[in-house]
């Protein structure tokens, strides 16, 4: 299997430490940016006072994909942030990345073909995201041959379609099974009356790089709504690609040139009539990769990957008699993934080999869910879940067949989710699930929370929550003895223990404080090592890693559209035999965002900065700390249904790596220096 990774390569030294004093001057920075955004807010409130509105805003705020009911964020069981489609267009993030970067204590690798996330100090080279569980208005977007949650421009929605989206820390198995193991992703997107008519989009920025939306949404008098969408991205990317691992003649210098070709094309589609909904999408991208990996020719713009994937749900509401609700659905998803690997021939290096790699993956499956309110006090949530993947194929081929494995399996799960109120200041949040695969048997987790408000303005919450992840096709079955890796049908599901405590906290002027630490324990994990009986790489059950860390948050909002937040993460995660920190994990990140209104209601300034520590690579070299500045002016209202932004990304050409995977001879993989994107928005 080419996409999942080999054997890392041994690594190189980096000039790399982490810079204490420069922390230090951007956090200085950071606060007296807040700082200037506060004082700008509290002059301006002098006009009117919002503190009370501002308060019911924060509070308020109704969620349903922490507990799958309807409840207030400061009354969930867990620590949520939510970015709004109104900061995804003020801050010009481009794509879900973008979004996720910009929340307190998340990261990102990119090595120019996928986007990986981490959170809490961990994120494993090759588990594409698989311990994050991805949403899109609660379908479950993560595929079921590779368990991947495809956040990059491989993920299925256009931003401009995102209601807002809701950042779920920590573990939710005990309401969604797999994969919701560090994290839940959950994306609300818009609906018809959000559009009102026609939309046309478009854009274009650094690296030839061009994107276009039409989209149409309504609501009708008779309760129709509609939303129908459509978006082409085109980029050719980087076109002069330097890798010093590579620097000789033969591999033209460590030049690589015109192959970082990107692209997609992407539908969307939603229609609710009643207690009827209905939505699907689809998306094809395919990404060259100028990286060489998998020890592929160098400098070679055939070597690419194709991914696919298209999903549709259809969604029932219901209220039975004596205060019963019953939600149902019905769903299937589709994935296809190929990747193009050129080789140079083992006999004639002059000769290339194209090695083809594929899977494929069909599902159906359906829940059901009831609700009730019993004796002023419970809010009961009972619920099942099946699903059939009719297909699970992976195939590996060139001149010969190395892979060639097909098959199915099923899983279920039964839930139950109860909210006591045991008096108005102090709320318990318990469930559980048990859930069964084909694969390895069941598995039960539960989850604890408990929400006490001493003060109007203090909440207090201490949570419990046990997850697993179930091995995957990949992991369980994949063996191709030409890259030395065997299949292990043998994995168990590996588990996390997460305990945490914090409190928010309102400290005037309309600004919020949240500060939570946390304990993490990840037993069992799956990881690919060498099995010193025969030389081969196999999928095996560690003993696993320890997360713990605190996190700290400031956020204010103000009359005439001010906004700010700033976070910080400080964060360890060690391997549990050794006490040794592990790869890809930095051990500060600190971050800003802030909007400011230039001219009322018209024109804004976008302006976010993140900083990274070092990250530990593979090879045991560091890949250097990192600090990044974006800037987007935002205008509207100017002419009426006129949307009109441009950005400029990594504003000070901040030169900084991510480190690289197994599959890679790079230790650290240059990311992208200042760039800028242009967009106009029409509504008719």
């Known amino acids: 299997m080419?996409?999942?990774?080999?054997?890392?390569?041994?690594?190189?030294?980096?000039?790399?430490?982490?810079?204490?004093?420069?922390?230090?001057?951007?956090?200085?920075?950071?606060?007296f940016v807040f700082a200037m955004v506060a004082t700008a807010g509290w002059a301006a409130e002098a006009k009117e006072d919002l503190t009370a509105l501002s308060i019911e805003d924060l509070m308020e705020v109704r969620i349903e994909s922490v507990s799958k009911f309807d409840q207030r964020l400061a009354d969930a069981p867990a620590f949520v942030t939510i970015v709004t489609s109104d900061d995804i267009k003020k801050h010009g993030y481009r794509n879900l990345p973008d979004i996720l970067q910009s929340v307190r204590g998340s990261f990102v690798r990119y090595d120019r073909n996928y986007h990986y996330l981490g959170l809490r100090g961990f994120s494993r080279a090759g588990d594409y995201n698989s311990r994050f569980l991805l949403l899109v208005d609660g379908h479950r977007m993560n595929d079921n041959v590779f368990d991947q949650s495809a956040i990059g421009n491989d993920f299925i929605l256009d931003v401009d379609l995102i209601d807002r989206v809701e950042i779920i820390r920590g573990p939710s198995s005990s309401l969604y099974g797999t994969?919701?193991?560090l994290g839940t992703i959950n994306i609300r997107t818009k609906k018809g009356k959000d559009l009102k008519g026609l939309e046309v989009s478009g854009e274009g920025g650094t690296f030839t790089t061009y994107k276009g939306r039409l989209s149409y949404g309504n609501r009708f008098e008779s309760g129709l709504e509609i939303l129908?969408?459509?978006?082409?991205?085109?980029?050719?990317?980087?076109q002069r690609l330097y890798y010093k691992e590579f620097d000789s003649p033969s591999t033209n210098n460590g030049i690589v040139k015109d192959a970082d070709d990107e692209n997609y094309g992407s539908l969307f589609g939603s229609l609710s009539f009643g207690n009827l909904s209905l939505e699907g999408g689809y998306i094809r991208r395919q990404k060259e990769i100028p990286t060489a990996a998998f020890e592929t020719v160098f400098n070679n713009d055939d070597t690419k990957t194709t991914d696919a994937r298209a999903f549709g749900d259809l969604k029932y509401r219901h209220q039975l008699p004596y205060g019963v609700g019953v939600q149902g659905r019905v769903y299937y998803d589709h994935y296809y993934y190929r990747g193009d690997y050129i080789y140079a021939d083992s006999a004639d290096p002059s000769l290339l080999v194209k090695n083809i790699d594929k899977a494929q993956t069909q599902s159906m499956g359906g829940e059901v869910q009831f609700g009730k309110a019993l004796f002023g006090r419970h809010n009961f949530i009972l619920g099942a879940e099946y699903q059939y993947v009719f297909k699970q194929d992976q195939l590996n081929y060139d001149t010969s067949v190395y892979v060639d494995d097909r098959r199915r399996s099923k899983n279920w799960g039964l839930y139950l989710q109860d909210e006591f109120e045991i008096f108005k200041s102090l709320r318990v949040n318990a469930g559980v699930r048990y859930d069964h695969y084909s694969s390895f048997g069941g598995t039960v987790n539960p989850r604890v929370g408990i929400t006490y408000t001493p003060f109007e303005r203090t909440i207090l919450k201490l949570l419990y929550g046990q997850a697993f992840r179930a091995?995957?096709?990949?992991?369980?079955?994949?063996?191709?003895?030409?890259?030395s890796q065997k299949a292990n049908p043998n994995l168990d599901p590996e588990t996390i223990r997460t305990v945490e405590i914090g409190m928010f906290q309102y400290l005037g002027f309309n600004v919020w404080g949240t500060m939570n630490l946390?304990?993490?324990?990840?037993?069992?994990?799956?990881?690919?090592?060498?099995?010193?009986?025969?030389?081969?790489?196999?999928?095996?059950?560690?003993?696993?890693?320890?997360?713990?860390?605190?996190?700290?948050?400031?956020?204010?909002?103000?009359?005439?559209?001010?906004?700010?937040r700033v976070s910080y993460a400080l964060q360890r995660t060690e391997d549990k035999k050794t006490g040794t920190g592990v790869a890809n994990s930095p051990a500060h990140l600190l971050k800003l965002n802030g909007i400011v209104p230039i001219v009322s209601e018209k024109l804004f300034l976008g302006l976010e900065g993140r900083y990274s520590s070092r990250r530990k690579t593979l090879g045991g070299a560091h890949s250097g700390d990192a600090f990044v500045t974006n800037v987007t002016l935002f205008s509207q209202n100017v002419i009426k249904g006129i949307e009109v932004s441009g950005s400029v990304y990594n504003l000070f050409n901040n030169k900084y790596s991510d480190p690289g995977g197994g599959e890679h001879v790079q230790d650290s993989i240059r990311q992208d220096g200042r760039s800028f994107r242009f967009k106009l928005t029409y509504r008719f």
Not at 228 to 238: A, H, T
């Open 228 to 238: 129908l969408s459509g978006s082409r991205y085109e980029s050719q990317g980087d």
């Open 2 to 31: 080419m996409k999942m990774g080999l054997r890392a390569q041994p690594g190189r030294s980096y000039r790399s430490f982490f810079n204490f004093r420069l922390l230090c001057s951007v956090s200085l920075d950071f606060l």
């Open 471 to 483: 091995p995957n096709v990949y992991e369980l079955y994949y063996q191709d003895p030409g890259i």
């Open 179 to 181: 994969n919701a193991f």
């Open 518 to 564: 946390y304990y993490q324990r990840i037993r069992d994990l799956i990881a690919q090592q060498e099995d010193p009986k025969d030389g081969l790489l196999v999928f095996q059950n560690i003993e696993g890693v320890v997360q713990k860390g605190l996190e700290l948050e400031l956020e204010g909002k103000w009359t005439g559209g001010f906004r700010s």
